[in-house]
């Protein structure tokens, strides 16, 4: 959940390393540090708070020197102070390193260390780390911290240097991703290549278990075992505009634009219009194992958990197969019974979600056969899956997930189409939805039309205490999906409900001060929501609906109508849910809130 990135080369490093904290900062935003090295000495610098703050102090102060780490940080051990921020030292300040990920036996490292003379200064789990390798020997800094990391339990992808090795950084990884940049005579270390873009991209991602030392002559891995590796060079293919702002005041705002293209990149080549399905070589699923599949397991958290909702009515209704979606979190402790004929997928943007990553570990290990639909490519899931769906959405900064949201559900569609046509399920169906599916970029950049009529609702309700989002069937998780937008970008309490279960209970809290989003678009349950939204008009709570073009007959029942375009009932999701990102943008904008990071979330939630 921390973001780490490391220079070596001819430049300064300081300026590359802020601009790359200020690209990591979507990952954690408590505090922020950096160490620089000068080739004589090493400088620490550290703030609590936003990485800006960092940089306004080094504007004010240069801090010379070619090669460095930098953090920023999102809590888990110890409050967000100065003294929490890594970089962390060992006793002498010789060590310094910045990890992400936890370290699960960090008391017993701790009470081991101490009677030997440690100190600790912070209440980090990370700092243990700088001693076990000051303790540890070797002749390199890399020999040290080969012999210090078999002593630890948990995750890291860490970044260490030494005040007497200048111009050398060592990284490790286990569990947290890390890679390394190949510039021109320079060399980048990163938590993800959104930090390096503007200087490379060509990256080696780093496996489980391998240290790397990179200096400015260049770089040498070795695995667990000591044996030096040859890892591949990837190419990344993001545009260096998809992770900078340009005219929008906000990611989250340019990425919910964004989206008729990102769907349409998680479509590109993989309809089969004739067939009525899809292609998806990835998912290294062959038809005769597709056709023995039984039933389905989805895994996910937050949003992604959300689209695989949306998947299990899209996939037993395309392909005619039962499914199960759980969150990661509970799944994984749950007890496992057999798999057989079982396909599992793991549904994650960022692809290092632990609890989606364990989940996923969990139903291998009971026999199932397991794939992910992710969007960060390289990422620990992508890697670790037997098969997938990426999404190609570009990288997402906004911390409130929106365009990764629209581009899992057309990559479950997608796979919906690919299994159904796999177990002969009858193709007409396919065939239209197809075609239907063709036209979603152009329905979407129709709904987001509706942008500066949705501003002037937000104004309206900015100031409320409380909303309501009801939907039925396929938009029941999208009317969780508006709820869980507004309460983590605007700090407004909201529910989502299933419409009908409204009477069990949430009605209670309807008058005239609760604003109702009814998710209402014209589909085999549209009556019957029609009757849940009289219930709440008869106790005169405020109706926002989401319905069809075309459809007139809310208009007096509800305050505002924001129309969406006609498509086939499974596809709605993908157009209903823009106007619900959009209205808890301009509520959290109107409230002066931190749109795109906001309070004690984190983009990539890599502890459970
Ligand atoms: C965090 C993010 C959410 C995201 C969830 C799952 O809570 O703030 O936006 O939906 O993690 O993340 P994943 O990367 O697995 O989709």
């Not at 959940?1 to 490391?6: A, D, K, L, S, T």
């Not at 396929?474 to 529910?495: C, D, M, T």
Request: with cysteine.
């Amino acid at each position: 959940m921390c973001g780490v990135v490391g220079y070596v080369g001819p430049r300064q490093a300081g300026p590359i390393l802020l601009d790359g904290l200020q690209r990591l900062e979507y990952r954690g935003y408590d505090s922020a540090g950096l160490a620089i090295h000068n080739g004589s000495g090493m400088s620490l610098h550290k703030v609590v708070g936003r990485v800006q703050r960092l940089r306004e102090l080094l504007d004010a102060d240069p801090v010379p020197g070619s090669s460095g780490i930098g953090h920023t940080r999102w809590a888990t051990h110890g409050r967000p102070t100065e003294e929490n921020a890594h970089p962390h030292l060992d006793c002498d300040g010789e060590i310094a390193l910045v990890h992400n990920g936890i370290i699960e036996n960090a008391d017993q490292l701790r009470s081991r260390l101490t009677p030997g003379g440690h100190s600790f200064r912070t209440e980090t789990d990370s700092e243990i780390l700088a001693h076990l390798i000051e303790d540890a020997t070797g002749s390199t800094l890399e020999e040290r911290v080969a012999r210090a990391l078999p002593h630890v339990e948990g995750t890291y992808g860490l970044a260490v240097v030494s005040r007497s090795e200048p111009g050398k950084i060592v990284v490790a990884r286990k569990g947290s991703p890390i890679l390394l940049g190949l510039g021109d005579g320079e060399y980048f270390v990163a938590s993800d290549a959104a930090a390096i873009l503007e200087h490379t991209r060509s990256v080696i991602y780093l496996d489980d278990g391998d240290i790397a030392a990179v200096t400015m002559a260049g770089y040498s891995i070795v695995d667990g075992y000591a044996q030096v590796q040859d890892r591949i060079v990837s190419d990344i293919d993001w545009e260096l505009g998809t992770v900078e702002l340009g005219w929008a005041p906000h990611y989250m705002l340019k990425e919910i634009f964004e989206q008729p293209e990102t769907v349409l990149s998680t479509l590109r080549g993989r309809l089969r219009p004739d067939e009525g399905t899809a292609r998806l070589h990835g998912l290294n699923l062959s038809a005769a194992q597709a056709a023995a599949i039984e039933r389905v397991v989805i895994v996910a958290c937050g949003t992604s958990w959300h689209a695989g909702l949306i998947g299990r009515q899209v996939i037993e209704q395309l392909a005619a197969l039962p499914v199960q979606v759980e969150y990661a979190s509970e799944y994984r402790y749950q007890p496992q019974l057999a798999l057989p004929n079982t396909l599992t997928v793991g549904i994650s943007q960022s692809g290092e979600t632990a609890d989606t990553l364990e989940a996923m570990r969990a139903a291998r290990r009971a026999g199932s056969r397991v794939v992910g639909i992710v969007n960060v490519v390289g990422s620990t899931i992508a890697r670790e899956a037997d098969g997938g769906i990426y999404l190609h959405a570009g990288p997402e900064i906004g911390v409130a997930s929106t365009k990764a949201f629209t581009s899992q559900i057309t990559a479950l569609l997608l796979l919906g189409l690919h299994l159904a046509h796999a177990r002969g399920v009858p193709t007409d169906e396919g065939r239209e939805l197809v075609r239907e599916m063709l036209e979603i970029p152009a329905r979407i950049e129709q709904v987001l039309r509706l942008n500066t009529r949705i501003r002037d609702i937000a104004r309206i309700y900015a100031d409320a205490g409380n909303f309501l989002y009801l939907g039925r069937g396929v938009n029941f998780p999208v009317a969780l999906e508006g709820s869980l937008k507004l309460k983590e970008i605007s700090y407004i309490h909201a529910e989502g409900y299933p419409a009908a279960e409204m009477k069990h209970g949430p009605i209670a809290l309807i008058d005239e001060n609760m604003p109702v989003v009814f998710v209402a678009p014209t589909d085999p349950v549209y009556q019957k929501v029609v009757s849940n939204i009289q219930e709440v008009k008869a106790r005169g709570g405020r109706i926002i609906a989401v319905c069809t073009e075309g459809n007139d007959d809310l208009r007096a029942l509800v305050d505002h109508q924001l129309w969406v375009p006609a498509v086939p009932p499974l596809l709605s999701p993908l157009v209903t849910v823009i106007p619900l990102q959009l209205l808890a943008y301009h509520i959290a904008v109107l409230r002066g809130c931190d749109v795109d990071r906001p309070r004690n979330l984190a983009k990539s939630v890599t502890v459970e």
